[in-house]
């Protein structure tokens, strides 16, 4: 609806200059197969089930309905170079097989939680086939990977692509947070405040009392304007409690 609607989730959009720090555009102009499958939109729904935000949120509502997933041309997924500096743990990283028959493989980082690669594997690739990693990875991976070790882990539970990348740009966001702007995730998400939605604009309204020198120090609720992720303008309000739209 384009009239004020309450939400306690309204700062769900300070999580797009996030995902600018951790180079979303880069990674999108470089992977143009994650734009057709939604993905940022995709990861906004995705941060809302995981903060438990209803579906009939205003926030969630705003940014229309998901198209139905379709096969993909391609599943491989190569995080953002942006991510080897701050957001990536050290260690030995290590490469996993997913899904029955080895279907694809994984890169996953030091801490064993942040996918940074994934790959479909050619033909039934066993894990036994896999016994030097560092040999086997795809060019623009080992690429990607340099000099860092890697190692053979064992074989991951069956995700799909599509949730595994949505996993990893949740935990880079998460890492981004508490590592860059001294919050955790749901603090910057869950504020309360107003959202209109019209098929061009989202526009997020909130009490100036309610601003977080964290949030303001680290540039998250600068009104990010033209959002080419989501296809819409996304502006945020500061307003004073006399002026403030209820």
Do not use: K
Request: hydrophobic content about 50%; overall charge negative.
């Amino acid at each position: 609806p384009d009239t004020p609607q309450p939400s306690d989730f309204a700062g769900l959009y300070f999580v797009l200059p996030v995902l600018t720090r951790l180079a979303m555009g880069d990674f999108l102009r470089a992977q143009p197969h994650w734009i057709e499958r939604q993905l940022p939109v995709r990861l906004l729904h995705h941060i809302g089930q995981r903060l438990a935000i209803p579906s009939e949120d205003p926030v969630l509502r705003a940014l229309g309905p998901l198209a139905e997933e379709t096969p993909a041309t391609s599943a491989d997924f190569l995080a953002p170079l942006a991510w080897r500096q701050g957001i990536a743990e050290a260690g030995g990283w290590t490469v996993h097989a997913v899904g029955e028959g080895a279907a694809y493989w994984a890169l996953l980082d030091g801490s064993q939680h942040l996918p940074l690669a994934c790959w479909q594997a050619q033909g039934a690739a066993a894990s036994a086939n896999f016994s030097q990693p560092a040999d086997r990875l795809p060019a623009t991976v080992r690429s990607w990977v340099g000099e860092q070790r890697v190692t053979l882990g064992p074989p991951l539970s069956a995700l799909s692509v599509l949730d595994l990348v949505l996993d990893a740009w949740l935990l880079a966001a998460q890492r981004w947070c508490c590592r860059v702007a001294a919050l955790e995730l749901s603090e910057l998400v869950c504020r309360p405040g107003f959202v209109t939605a019209t098929p061009t604009h989202i526009d997020l309204y909130f009490r100036l009392a309610q601003a977080d020198i964290r949030i303001r120090r680290a540039g998250l609720d600068i009104t990010p304007g033209w959002a080419p992720w989501l296809a819409r303008v996304v502006y945020f309000h500061y307003l004073e409690a006399d002026a403030f739209v209820l």
